[in-house]
Nanobody
Framework: QVQLVESGGGLVQAGGSLRLSCAAS????????MGWFRQAPGKEREFVAT????????YYTDSVKGRFTISRDNAKNTVYLQMNSLKPEDTAVYYC???????????WGQGTQVTVSS
């Protein structure tokens, strides 16, 4: 089992940057694939980015490629989402998730709000 706690959300202007953090409990963080998802009002939750156990492989949804970077520090049990060149359409609640097997999202954080003003 693992608990995930997101932080770092806030209000920024278009073109600005934020770095989200997701702190995980437990001693087995390095065994989990990690991911970020987001959900805007009135919309379904969508995939944003994922990173494998070692951090060597990443994958992003097309809308954030070149702007967002997912990374992890296994020594700190933390995954990050660096968000640059933010757009109003990035406004959403951002959730981190953990998977024992790739693509099988077993655990979720509570979410952190990101609001981008025009």
């Amino acid at each position: 089992q693992v608990q995930l706690v997101e932080s770092g959300g806030g209000l920024v202007q278009a073109g600005g940057s934020l770095r989200l953090s997701c702190a995980a409990s437990g001693r087995t963080f390095s065994t989990y694939h990690m991911g970020w998802f987001r959900q805007a009002p009135g919309k379904e939750r969508e995939f944003v980015a994922t990173i494998n156990r070692s951090g060597g492989n990443t994958y992003y949804t097309d809308s954030v490629k070149g702007r967002f970077t997912i990374s992890r520090d296994n020594a700190k049990n933390t995954v990050y989402l660096q968000m640059n060149s933010l757009k109003p359409e990035d406004t959403a609640v951002y959730y981190c998730a953990a998977a024992i097997a790739a693509g099988m999202w077993n655990y979720w954080g509570q979410g952190t709000q990101v609001t981008v003003s025009s």
